[in-house]
């Protein structure tokens, strides 16, 4: 009996040293899941360790701003381009041109089909996009430039960006 008592508290014993050891595994499991995630080990230029932040070094970009997108559209991009393209009948082809390419650029290389449907809404553009049309077209208009130059420089654009080159009427 004396010998039963002692095995049974021997697997109690052992028993309650298995859940400690189990409760340790969970805890260093959740400790190490705690641990900061986004610092790491870096050499910087001097050959030195630093610890570095990643998500600090991240750009994040703006996802979606649908106000800033309007305003940067209709009150920058298109206002820009109403009163400094020449106006009237006789430059409406030449207007035509730079309005295409334009909505090319925004809409990431969408060109109007044989249907005249191009598939995509520059108004719904990225707005790091739009800011860099934005840039071109107050260069644009800074130098006092022609409306060849702005066709040019978006078109350029454009075929840099892999979304080619108009095609002729």
Same mark, same amino acid.
């Given at each position: 009996?004396?010998?039963?008592?002692?095995?049974?508290?021997?697997?109690?014993?052992?028993?309650?040293?298995?859940?400690?050891?189990?409760?340790?595994?969970?805890?260093?499991?959740?400790? +190490?899941?705690?641990?900061?995630?986004?610092?790491?080990?870096?050499?910087?230029?001097?050959?030195?360790?630093?610890?570095?932040?990643?998500?600090?070094?991240?750009?994040?970009?703006?996802?979606?701003?649908?106000?800033?997108?309007?305003?940067?559209?209709?009150?920058?991009?298109?206002?820009?381009?109403?009163?400094?393209?020449?106006?009237?009948?006789?430059?409406?082809?030449?207007?035509?041109?730079?309005?295409?390419?334009?909505?090319?650029?925004?809409?990431?290389?969408?060109?109007?089909?044989?249907?005249?449907?191009?598939?995509?809404?520059?108004?719904?553009?990225?707005?790091?996009?739009?800011?860099?049309?934005?840039?071109?077209?107050?260069?644009?208009?800074?130098?006092?430039?022609?409306?060849?130059?702005?066709?040019?420089?978006?078109?350029?654009?454009?075929?840099?960006?892999?979304?080619?080159?108009?095609?002729? +009427?």
């Amino acid at each position: 009996m004396e010998e039963k008592k002692k095995k049974k508290s021997q697997e109690e014993l052992e028993e309650l040293q298995k859940k400690q050891e189990q409760d340790l595994e969970r805890t260093a499991i959740l400790m +190490k899941a705690d641990e900061i995630k986004e610092e790491t080990f870096d050499f910087d230029v001097n050959g030195q360790i630093e610890l570095k932040n990643e998500l600090a070094d991240m750009v994040l970009e703006q996802i979606d701003d649908p106000e800033a997108k309007y305003n940067l559209y209709y009150n920058v991009v298109n206002c820009l381009l109403r009163k400094y393209l020449p106006k009237g009948d006789t430059y409406k082809d030449a207007r035509d041109l730079i309005y295409e390419e334009k909505n090319t650029f925004l809409t990431r290389g969408h060109r109007k089909d044989a249907q005249g449907i191009r598939g995509a809404d520059g108004r719904m553009s990225y707005i790091s996009d739009i800011n860099e049309l934005v840039n071109i077209i107050t260069e644009w208009i800074s130098n006092k430039g022609t409306m060849f130059d702005l066709y040019t420089k978006i078109r350029d654009l454009n075929i840099s960006k892999g979304y080619g080159a108009s095609q002729s +009427k």
